[in-house]
């Protein structure tokens, strides 16, 4: 580790105990998508105090924020450090996003106090919502990120990865209108708009088998009726299809289009379907970042594991697509406790959750050093992504 990447460490180090605050603030006060108003201020205020602008409500999102450093640095190159923090419904930072904000803060902050002004720029996106609501695809598409290089993350997980595949992803609503009628007394005048939705996912559970392995398709009825002997005049489903390619995401959404359509056809019902964007992408991976971030991991003794080979989905694949984007993971708990769980969330606070969390910082400080001092790796950077 050269001098200035031993410095870049002892800066995080010295953040560690606003680091593990920012972490617990955002744990102790969850916030779901979109809602996200307590931590947007909180970040906000903690990059204030440590010398940052900051703007609030970019992209036109209310709980969305920019952070530049209010002086000493040159506006490109510009490395983006992203920070999430959207809990989960009743489960809270289950997915661990109060890490990954302290963690590009921490990131940031101490970055700032090495970079000198030549060396080019760097940025905190808050980026609200990524749980379903897609944040950072409505920040890029409104141009929050068009003066910047490159994007840069971590995740918390049961591994350490530098880089894994995602899967692209469309939520949507799935609703079935009938007619009420005495279920006992007057069978035949009504039309069964339950009878649809579960003939709709019989149909979909159909097709399962038959799907490639990046392949999902996943759902709830979150409507099937309102008493025993009325025949439901609506039912409704929210559901997610899943793929490793934008073409066969939208061919597997076709098919349950088909599936929905031909269930309503049958039990002579009216069937709506309403899709919830954005579209979430596949990620779009970039191997010279990667061999980058596998270099710095490895600086500070962390050693990469192979990739389980399981996959979600996350709006950073939508990012991915407009600048070149990393997302490691570092590992918090064991392979076998899962994400978007009581355990998860409360590992986020153990001493594993902290160490990781200082080391993230590191090593994303340390990766946008290396891209910002480097023409000749910011130059592969770039001709991976067009390539790619």
């Known amino acids: 580790m050269d001098s200035v990447k031993k410095q870049i460490s002892s800066e995080v180090e010295a953040l560690a105990q606003d680091m593990y605050a920012i972490s617990d603030y955002l744990k102790a006060n969850p916030e779901t998508a979109y809602q996200e108003y307590k931590a947007c201020d909180h970040l906000s205020a903690v990059l204030e105090e440590k010398g940052f602008r900051v703007q609030k409500g970019v992209g036109g999102v209310e709980t969305a924020f920019l952070a530049r450093p209010a002086v000493g640095q040159s506006s490109r190159p510009t490395v983006a450090f992203l920070a999430e923090y959207d809990a989960l419904p009743k489960i809270g930072h289950g997915c661990g996003h109060n890490l990954i904000a302290a963690a590009s803060l921490g990131a940031a902050i101490a970055l700032n106090k090495v970079l000198t002004i030549e060396s080019g720029g760097l940025a905190v996106v808050g980026t609200p919502a990524e749980e379903g609501g897609g944040g950072k695809a409505r920040l890029a598409a409104a141009g ?133 964007p954005p579209k979430l992408d596949p990620m779009k991976r970039n191997a010279v970042l990667e061999t980058a971030i596998t270099a710095n991991m490895a600086a500070l003794g962390i050693t990469p594991e192979p990739d389980d080979g399981r996959r979600g989905s996350s709006d950073i694949g939508n990012l991915s ?42 090593m994303l400080a340390m990766t946008a050093y290396d891209y910002l001092t480097s023409p000749e790796l910011r130059e592969r950077v770039a001709q991976d992504f067009s390539q790619a």
């Open 144 to 276: 929050v990120f068009d003066a910047m290089d490159v994007a840069m993350m971590f995740h918390p997980g049961g591994l350490n990865i530098a880089g894994k595949d995602m899967l692209g992803r469309i939520k949507f609503k799935m609703e079935f209108f009938g007619r009420t009628a005495h279920a006992s007394g007057s069978p035949d005048k009504g039309i069964n708009a339950l009878d649809a939705m579960v003939a709709a996912y019989s149909n979909i559970n159909a097709i399962r088998q038959h799907l490639r392995p990046d392949g999902r398709i996943h759902g709830i009825i979150t409507h099937g009726g309102d008493a025993p002997n009325i025949i439901p005049d609506y039912a409704a489903g929210l559901f997610y299809v899943r793929a490793g390619s934008r073409s066969y995401r939208d061919e597997i959404f076709e098919r349950v289009t088909n599936c929905a359509k031909g269930a309503a056809m049958a039990l002579g019902a009216e069937c709506k379907i309403e899709i919830d």
């Open 321 to 362: 697509h407009y600048l070149p984007s990393m997302h490691p993971v570092l590992a918090i708990v064991e392979p076998e406790i899962p994400g978007h769980s009581v355990e998860f969330r409360e590992a986020t606070t153990s001493e594993r959750g902290r160490q990781t969390l200082l080391n993230a910082a590191k």
